[in-house]
């Protein structure tokens, strides 16, 4: 930092958040406030910095609340105000320099610090009226190449911040930097895809004696299309319709649209999760509950158990791999490893094998059953509840047709801990 150490050290007071009690947490608010930022993400998610901007400031009772990300590179680089809410709101728009600001500062130690009348060693915030009496400063992330922070500050001596605002501040920076991120990945699967239909035409205007080489190229450019057009409305639709749409185009489009699809899959799933675990973890620490480690062997004993009485079912006809032991929340796992096999006996008809298997992804672990039998499998219905069930536990389910009349069910579950 360019400040001399003896004026930060003067507004840095980050040792007084471990010297004052904290007040007691109010999780039934903070599970409205959470439901609040989920609905907002899912209507209309261009104004959803804002809303966790206002939550910021109405749940730690602040003058203002406010997000900075990060702009430009090198001695250019600043912090700029993208959402501001309460008394400092005329300032959004604004920025500070990143070598000298309290959001410099927090990003360089890489947690939570305190600053109490800031303006004395950053000049930037000398003329900010009224005046920035403490400030909370918290980083998206645990290290150095942290995107931004999420802030309050208050205007009065009378208020000052403590344990339970770090914590809240904290849960709402993990939502901000997973809000970020998704839009980064949705971002450049579009930018890929504008490539891809860039390449195609060029293709097309100098070779086209491959007729049938363009044809097959112009169905996976619809295809492309399509996946483009939800990456662009992805921010303006639900997570769950995120995940069915990429769904729909894994049996049918080309290795790079599979990838983006995953991609998109495995992000918006982890989002998702993200959102119900912040307000499963609120409602655990009122009633002491917490995750529990699964074991998904058992898991898939009990879904078979459940099926020796159903028709075409034949104890002879699944093989299985290791199954591992995950920490999730994920009570269901029975009934949606019972889910998959039924649509895998309904996929593979009579005589056929099925074998199921876990294999572990970036973040998640992918449940498949494979069959060979019918070429036009049978599609995941709501009827039972499945697509639900696997939507609470923070998972997806597609079906995947084979080179031949095989099927492979597929089940992802994002961000299980093993």
């Given at each position: 930092?360019?400040?001399?150490?003896?004026?930060?050290?003067a507004v840095l007071?980050?040792?007084?958040?471990?010297?004052?009690?904290?007040?007691?947490?109010?999780?039934?608010?903070?599970?409205?406030?959470?439901?609040?930022?989920?609905?907002?993400?899912?209507?209309?998610?261009?104004?959803?910095?804002?809303?966790?901007?206002?939550?910021?400031?109405?749940?730690?009772?602040?003058?203002?609340?406010?997000?900075?990300?990060?702009?430009?590179?090198?001695?250019?680089?600043?912090?700029?105000?993208?959402?501001?809410?309460?008394?400092?709101?005329?300032?959004?728009?604004?920025?500070?320099?990143?070598?000298?600001?309290?959001?410099?500062?927090?990003?360089?130690?890489?947690?939570?610090?305190?600053?109490?009348?800031?303006?004395r060693c950053f000049?930037?915030?000398?003329?900010?009226?009224?005046?920035?009496?403490?400030?909370?400063?918290?980083?998206?992330?645990?290290?150095?190449?942290?995107?931004?922070?999420?802030?309050?500050?208050?205007?009065?001596?009378?208020?000052?911040?403590?344990?339970?605002?770090?914590?809240?501040?904290?849960?709402?920076?993990?939502?901000?930097?997973?809000?970020?991120?998704?839009?980064?990945?949705?971002?450049?699967?579009?930018?890929?895809?504008?490539?891809?239909?860039?390449?195609?035409?060029?293709?097309?205007?100098?070779?086209?004696?491959?007729?049938?080489?363009?044809?097959?190229?112009?169905?996976?450019?619809?295809?492309?299309?399509?996946?483009?057009?939800?990456?662009?409305?992805?921010?303006?639709?639900?997570?769950?319709?995120?995940?069915?749409?990429?769904?729909?185009?894994?049996?049918?489009?080309?290795?790079?649209?599979?990838?983006?699809?995953?991609?998109?899959?495995?992000?918006?799933?982890?989002?998702?999760?993200?959102?119900?675990?912040?307000?499963?973890?609120?409602?655990?620490?009122?009633?002491?509950?917490?995750?529990?480690?699964?074991?998904?062997?058992?898991?898939?004993?009990?879904?078979?158990?459940?099926?020796?009485?159903?028709?075409?079912?034949d104890q002879g006809?699944?093989?299985?791999?290791?199954?591992?032991?995950?920490?999730?929340?994920?009570?269901?796992?029975?009934?949606?490893?019972?889910?998959?096999?039924?649509?895998?006996?309904?996929?593979?008809?009579?005589?056929?094998?099925?074998?199921?298997?876990?294999?572990?992804?970036?973040?998640?672990?992918?449940?498949?059953?494979?069959?060979?039998?019918?070429?036009?499998?049978?599609?995941?219905?709501?009827?039972?509840?499945?697509?639900?069930?696997?939507?609470?536990?923070?998972?997806?389910?597609?079906?995947?047709?084979?080179?031949?009349?095989?099927?492979?069910?597929?089940?992802?579950?994002?961000?299980?801990?093993?």
């Open positions: 930092m360019s400040e001399p150490r003896s004026e930060l050290a007071a980050t040792e007084r958040l471990r010297e004052r009690r904290p007040r007691a947490p109010d999780y039934q608010a903070e599970a409205a406030c959470m439901n609040r930022l989920a609905r907002t993400l899912t209507a209309k998610p261009g104004a959803i910095l804002q809303e966790l901007a206002e939550a910021a400031a109405e749940r730690c009772e602040a003058g203002t609340g406010g997000i900075s990300l990060i702009e430009g590179e090198g001695a250019e680089a600043c912090f700029r105000w993208v959402a501001l809410a309460g008394v400092l709101r005329e300032y959004v728009g604004g920025s500070t320099p990143r070598h000298a600001s309290p959001c410099g500062v927090t990003i360089e130690r890489g947690s939570p610090q305190l600053f109490v009348r800031p303006g000049p930037e915030l000398a003329p900010i009226s009224p005046p920035i009496v403490e400030g909370l400063v918290v980083p998206f992330g645990p290290d150095k190449d942290a995107a931004g922070t999420i802030w309050v500050v208050s205007h009065s001596a009378r208020h000052q911040f403590d344990g339970e605002d770090v914590r809240f501040m904290q849960s709402l920076g993990g939502l901000a930097a997973s809000v970020l991120h998704l839009r980064s990945e949705t971002a450049s699967a579009v930018r890929g895809a504008r490539r891809s239909r860039a390449d195609a035409a060029k293709l097309g205007r100098t070779n086209a004696a491959l007729a049938r080489e363009n044809a097959d190229l112009r169905s996976s450019l619809r295809a492309l299309e399509r996946v483009g057009a939800h990456f662009l409305d992805a921010t303006c639709g639900p997570l769950s319709a995120i995940r069915a749409e990429a769904g729909s185009l894994l049996a049918e489009a080309a290795v790079p649209v599979r990838r983006a699809a995953h991609s998109i899959m495995a992000q918006a799933g982890w989002l998702d999760r993200r959102l119900r675990s912040q307000w499963s973890q609120s409602m655990r620490g009122a009633s002491g509950q917490s995750d529990e480690y699964l074991n998904c062997e058992r898991a898939l004993d009990a879904a078979v158990s459940r099926l020796r009485d159903s028709d075409g079912w006809m699944l093989t299985r791999g290791p199954m591992p032991v995950i920490k999730s929340s994920a009570s269901g796992l029975p009934r949606l490893f019972e889910g998959l096999l039924r649509r895998a006996i309904a996929c593979a008809g009579p005589g056929r094998r099925i074998h199921v298997a876990a294999e572990a992804r970036a973040g998640a672990w992918l449940f498949t059953a494979g069959c060979a039998g019918s070429p036009l499998p049978v599609p995941p219905d709501s009827s039972d509840g499945w697509d639900r069930l696997a939507a609470d536990a923070g998972g997806i389910i597609w079906i995947e047709q084979g080179e031949g009349k095989g099927a492979t069910l597929c089940l992802l579950l994002s961000n299980p801990q093993p």
